[in-house]
């Protein structure tokens, strides 16, 4: 994702960080990463040359703990802080429309892979069809007729399933954007489970 910062709306966001505690650097860039859901992660080059014009500005000092180097927001940067509040508070609607844009791409992926879920029942339906052709009617229900029947209902069944957990984990994800972050982990890890998912319906349906 492009950084929603634009010219010097990182520079006061790491003075609203520092306002809340002192943080060395390290900590910055993962409370950066938190709000964000982990979509934008900026690299040391990108924090420290900001520290330091900051410090240079009066507006953060920094002291020595053990090797870290902590800094502390001054009475300036809480001035410059307040007086900039409106500009803050839009940078705090980008960091949540960022995180919401987040959860739409893993509620697409869900989308997409039930989709193929649903389609590989479809064909195994339709292969187990082939291999039990229908004979002729002679009025009385037979095996292969059961069969047929045992089939749709149970593509039916998962066809509910499937949309039950789309649903709630659409439910779920809004939820949790709502008050806290999306990790961008967890869009590959949805892939990765529901790929295993996939591959063990299809095991089991002899595929």
Known sequence: ????????????????????QPRHGYELIQALSD????????????????????EEEGLVTKSTDGRKTVYEITA???????????????IETEVTDSVRRLADEVRFSVTAAMKSLRADLASA??????????PPS???????????????????EADLVLNEFRQQLRADLRNRAAVAR?????VPELRR??????????ASLGR
């Open 35 to 54: 709000r964000f859901g982990g979509t934008y992660i900026p690299s040391a080059g990108t924090i420290y040359p900001r520290l330091a014009k900051l």
């Open 193 to 202: 489970q529901l790929a295993e998912v996939r591959a063990g319906i299809l």
């Open 1 to 20: 994702m492009t950084p929603v910062f634009a010219h010097g709306s990182l520079r006061l966001y790491l003075l609203s960080l520092l306002a809340e």
């Open 182 to 186: 999306v990790p961008a982990a967890t």
């Open 138 to 156: 002679s009025g009385a229900p037979d095996s292969s007729s059961s069969i047929r029947l045992e089939s749709n209902r149970a593509l039916h």
């Open 76 to 90: 300036a940067g809480r001035e410059e802080l307040l007086a900039r509040e409106g500009d803050l508070d839009a």
């Open 125 to 134: 339906k339709r292969q187990a069809g082939k291999e039990n052709p229908a």
